[in-house]
């Protein structure tokens, strides 16, 4: 970055200061007088542009979504004619690659979609435009968001991004294959311990053509629950939150797991370790169970003809958050910045908006929105969802902090190394260790 | 081969003694093509400079930063990123593991393929037009990802060829899903396109006079005989230039290992090669400088094979034109 910003003056293009009118400096004054005694520098603001203004906007994600997201833009469109959107999509995959290219080369969308995986590195590197005045000068509307998933879109004090829709971790199971096996539906509240050995249960009555469950001892978040369930994180600021005998415990859990064929071979998980949605075993048919975030239980359903449930991941719901499903963030380069704001609060404030995006990207962030969606939907599988949701909040944790810059890399370290213990390459505690060297490496590079 | 050599000793003659020729005459004149040549050549020196030459340069550069492709320019870091690669970089020397194991073995393969085929194809047969026409057609899809997405759909578990094998009573194997086949299953992806080589070879067989074989039967050569004897010999360094080519083209080895690697060479960093590896520290981690440093190192191995080759290839490569070289 050419300019690293102080907290004052987030945007050094003069044209924007002095764009800034009494509007925003007024509301950011209110906004700081309430903010106590601490010597908060008057947010600026840039003011709305009344001019033509063209956005360019930037997400991943599927077909559906791509409609979704385009209607509420058209919608933008209509009630401000001189703002029009260029959109570009594609599926997850190359989405981060590009993102960073396109920043790199200065030529990223004014507005663009994130995770929590992404968050922090792309944040870390100043490169998303500073919220935090914009949240001050009600400029976004918080007001309706619940503070933890606010929380949530926050890096090193600052309001990097708002988030769009929540979600929590969601363990999927095939209703029908177990109501047709007659065997018991996962409950909340059961020990991992308990699942493994219905699992167990459940492979031999299917005589393993369909394992019991997914082993998801690649899978961080399911590793982060498990921690979270034990009172550690992940994360400890820049550093990992457990030790290398809990992960040795993790992973000998799933190795015994598979040993009594309670989850498939390690070929067969390899695949849905991947995460694309479409192969998740659940709905391949080779295991009951697959451990994702609760809103994708709907785009999981489209995959098979069976009926899915959704539960949480099994041992103490404590260890589950509400998390923010996906932010938007917008450029710290932009030319636009109060635009692009303004369309960042619709699509959290606007009753319209909350209503064409359903459940799709996670539950409406907005609880006002969040009650007419819900009281309007009609698919049982978004439906499921919502339920599961609301059954679950009130037992949630805290929100841990986004995960640091490296986490893209932590990520696929944990895969890597656990499927050396899947492959029988590696011993739990010889994986374990490897895991921790080179994390370490990760997180400091 | 042949015709390298004797352009060039051509030219030097030329220009011995054409040059003091002409300076006698107009000076403009020359100047003149001179200035035509060059513009003539700019297009390509232009592309060749800004596309080529100038990144590569500043790749070699940046190899000595850590540039992390966010800030304006890395911090100088001297030799940090080669010694990390040797000395503090598994994944580095697993890539380089993964290549070598595929380039070993997928090159003298294909080469094999490439030959057997090539022979079959020499001899005037009907329809034998076709034929290669057909056995050239897997090269021409190249390294697309499409045939790589195929080839991963035919050998998965539940993909074609376990069915096929089903057929006989053999359990299949997870082909693309396991580390200890999965490289087997890329190999084969790249032998099966082995057109390219064979077409060569193909022209190189054309070449060789048929009396030499008429000759080697009156005196009661065996056709093995005659294939170690004349064929190979005489074929020698068309074997040498395919041998060059596809190795440097195998040690490239990019989309199949992505594509049925998943886009991180898994299943457990078994299709990570070296290619792969580069791409990834450079754009999925942002880290530019180590990533120029892998291309540079990269760079020289496979420079420093084709040297190898080249003084190796002295002692077995003939040259029929009784060059002794």
């Known amino acids: 970055m050419r300019s690293v910003p102080t907290t004052g003056t987030p945007f050094s293009r003069r044209r924007l200061l002095s764009a800034a009118v009494a509007v925003g400096l007024g ?114 509307d918080i007001t309706k968001l619940s503070s933890s998933l606010v929380d949530y879109g926050k890096v090193g004090g600052k309001q990097a991004a708002v988030p769009l829709a929540e979600n929590t971790p969601g363990m999927v199971f095939n209703k029908t294959l177990l109501t047709s096996l007659g065997v018991e539906q996962p409950q909340i509240g059961w020990t991992w311990e308990h699942l493994i050995s219905w699992a167990k249960d459940v492979s031999a009555k299917t005589n393993y053509k369909t394992y019991g469950t997914m082993d998801p001892s690649a899978d ?161 599988n978004m439906k499921a969802t919502v339920d599961f949701e609301n059954q679950i909040a009130p037992k949630f944790g805290p929100a841990p902090n986004v995960p640091p810059n490296g986490q893209s890399s932590v990520r696929t370290l944990l895969i890597t190394e656990a499927e050396k213990v899947q492959f029988g390459q590696l011993s739990p505690a010889a994986a374990a260790k490897e895991f921790m060297e080179q994390a370490a490496l990760k997180l400091t590079a | 081969m042949v015709a390298t050599d004797t352009p060039a000793t051509d030219l030097r003659d030329r220009r011995s003694t054409r040059i003091p020729a002409k300076r006698r005459g107009s000076g403009v004149n020359t100047r003149r093509e001179m200035v035509a040549g060059y513009a003539f050549l700019s297009p390509w020196l232009i592309g060749f400079m800004v596309i080529t030459a100038i990144p590569m340069l500043y790749s070699f550069y940046l190899s000595f930063t850590n540039w992390d492709l966010i800030s304006n320019a890395g911090q100088y870091v001297g030799f940090r990123n080669y010694v990390r690669m040797f000395t503090q970089d598994p994944a580095f020397w697993n890539s380089v593991r993964t290549t070598v194991t595929y380039a070993v073995v997928a090159t003298p393969l294909k080469l094999a393929v490439a030959l057997g085929v090539a022979m079959l194809l020499s001899r005037p047969r009907r329809g034998v037009g076709t034929a290669r026409a057909l ?124 594509v049925i690697g998943g886009g991180q060479g898994g299943p457990v960093d078994a299709t990570k090669v070296y290619t792969l590896y580069l791409y990834l520290t450079g754009f999925g981690e942002s880290r530019i400088g180590y990533a120029s440093a892998l291309a540079w190192v990269f760079l020289l191995a496979v420079g420093l094979l084709t040297v190898v080759f080249f003084r190796t290839g002295r002692f077995w490569v003939h040259y029929s034109d009784g060059d002794e070289r």
């Open chain 1, 220 to 380: 961080y978040k399911a590793l982060w629950v498990w921690l979270r369930q034990q009172g550690m994180d992940f994360y400890n600021g820049n550093k990992l939150g457990f030790s290398e005998a809990d992960l040795t415990r993790w992973f000998q859990l799933w190795k015994d797991a598979r040993d009594q064929k309670a989850a498939p071979p390690a070929d067969i998980i390899h695949v849905a370790n991947a995460g694309d949605v479409t192969k998740q075993l659940v709905v391949t048919g080779q295991a009951a169970t697959s451990f994702m975030w609760s809103n994708q239980m709907p785009e999981l359903a489209k995959s098979t003809k069976d009926t899915l449930g959704v539960v949480s991941y099994p041992g103490d719901p404590k260890g589950q958050w509400a998390r923010a499903a996906l932010y938007f963030a917008g450029n710290a380069k932009t030319t636009h910045p109060a635009v692009v704001v303004d369309v960042m609060n619709f699509f959290i404030n606007d009753p319209d908006a909350g209503k064409i995006l359903g459940t799709e990207r996670g539950l409406p962030a907005n609880t006002d929105i969040r009650t007419s969606v819900q009281n309007s939907l009609t698919d049982p």
């Open chain 2, 135 to 258: 056995f050239y057609l897997p090269s021409l899809l190249g390294g697309s990802v499409a045939l790589a997405l195929v080839w991963q759909a035919l050998f998965s578990r539940a993909g074609a060829i376990n069915a096929f094998l089903a057929w006989f009573g053999i359990t299949g194997k997870p082909w693309v899903n396991d580390p200890q086949y999965v490289m087997g299953t890329i190999v084969l992806l790249g032998v099966w396109q082995f057109g390219a080589p064979m077409v060569i070879f193909l022209a190189g067989l054309k070449q060789i006079p048929r009396e030499l074989y008429e000759a080697a039967s009156v005196d009661g050569a065996g056709s093995w005989r005659q294939f170690r004897h004349i064929t190979l010999p005489s074929l020698s360094p068309v074997i040498f230039f395919n041998l060059v080519l596809e190795t440097i083209h195998s040690f490239q080895i990019f989309t199949s290992a992505y």
């Open chain 1, 27 to 140: 509301a950011a004054l209110t906004a700081c007088a309430s903010s106590g005694p601490t010597e908060a520098p008057a947010p600026q603001v840039a003011a709305m542009e009344t001019g033509p203004v063209e956005l360019t906007i930037f997400w991943w994600g599927g077909d559906a979504r791509a409609q979704l997201t385009h209607q509420v833009l058209a919608l933008y469109t209509q009630k401000h004619p001189n703002v029009t959107f260029k959109e570009t999509w594609q599926a997850n995959a190359g989405y981060i690659d590009k993102l960073n290219t396109n920043l790199a080369a200065n030529s990223a969308a004014d507005i663009f979609q994130l995770d929590d995986n992404m968050l922090g590195g792309v944040a870390a590197r100043n490169q998303t435009l500073d919220l935090s005045n914009y949240v001050a000068a009600k400029r976004i």
